[in-house]
C-alpha cells in the first residue's frame, strides 16, 4: 500500500513553455502532498506543501506565480512549471503524507519526474 | 536555525559493516526517518524512530539519541546494491521533514 505515482516520468519541452506534473496518492487519501526539487549530485529541496482545498505553502525564493499549485482532491496534486527555462531543468520529486497510517508522519515518494528545457 | 548534519561519502567494502551518523538541531522533534536514494531515482523509507535506542529491520539498524540529537543508520553484510545515497531527515513540530545532504556512500568489491 502506500502508493505515489508521478506522470509524466521525463520530459523535453523548448524554453518558454509550460509543463504540468502529476502527482497521485493510489491507494490512500492525501490530504497534504510535497513538491520537491533536486538538482544533480544535490539533496531533496523543499519547493512547497499542498494542501487539499486550499492553497499551496511556498518555500522562501521559490516562486508561487513560476511554479503553480493545485490540489483539488484528496488524491490528486498537480506542479505547473510556467515558461520554463533551462535553469528549472531538474528532477521533480512529489511526496504524499497518508495520516491513516499510524501516528508518525512518513512520507511516500513518488517515482519522480525529469524536466529538461532547451 | 534548523540544520541537518551527516558525512558527504563514505566508502566501504562489500560484505563489511558500515555506520553513517546523523546529528540534527531543529525547532521541535516528531521523529527521524533514513531513507535510501539511488541516483535518477526517487527515495525509499528505510527507517523512523520517535523513541530512543535501536531498531533493527533486517540487515540495516537505525539508533536514536534525543538528548545528544544524535542518530545513524547501521548496514551490514554490504552488497553492491547497498550503492546509494543515504538521506537523514527529522520531522519538526510542524510535522514538516527537514533534509539532510545525503550521504554518498560507495561499495568496493
Known amino acids: 500500500g502506500a502508493v505515489v505515482s508521478q506522470h509524466p516520468s521525463w520530459v523535453i519541452c523548448k524554453s518558454g513553455t509550460s509543463v504540468k506534473i502529476e502527482c497521485r496518492s493510489l491507494d490512500f487519501q492525501a490530504t497534504t502532498m510535497f513538491w520537491y526539487r533536486q538538482f544533480p549530485k544535490q539533496s531533496l529541496m523543499l519547493m512547497a506543501t499542498s494542501n487539499e482545498g486550499s492553497k499551496a505553502t511556498y518555500e522562501q525564493g521559490v516562486e508561487k506565480d513560476k511554479f503553480l499549485i493545485n490540489h483539488a482532491s484528496l488524491t490528486l496534486s498537480t506542479l505547473t512549471v510556467t515558461s520554463a527555462h533551462p535553469e528549472d531543468s531538474s528532477f521533480y520529486i512529489c511526496s504524499a503524507r497518508d495520516w491513516g497510517r499510524g501516528d508518525y508522519n512518513e512520507q511516500f515518494f513518488g517515482p519522480g519526474t525529469r524536466l529538461t528545457v532547451l | 536555525g534548523q540544520n541537518i548534519d551527516q558525512p558527504t561519502e563514505m566508502t566501504a567494502t562489500e560484505g563489511a559493516i558500515v555506520q553513517i551518523n546523523c546529528t540534527y538541531q531543529t525547532s521541535g522533534f516528531n521523529g527521524l526517518f533514513w531513507y535510501q536514494q539511488h541516483a535518477g531515482e526517487a527515495p525509499t523509507f528505510l527507517s523512523y524512530n520517535v523513541l530512543d535506542g535501536l531498531e533493527e529491520k533486517g540487515r540495516f539498524s537505525s539508533f536514536l539519541s534525543r538528548s545528544k540529537g544524535y542518530s545513524y543508520l547501521l548496514l551490514k553484510e554490504l552488497q553492491m546494491k547497498d550503492s546509494a545515497s543515504y538521506l537523514c531527515?527529522?520531522?519538526?513540530?510542524?510535522?514538516?521533514?527537514?533534509w539532510g545532504a545525503g550521504t554518498k556512500l560507495i561499495i568496493k568489491p
Open positions: 531527515a527529522v520531522g519538526d513540530s510542524n510535522y514538516q521533514l527537514i
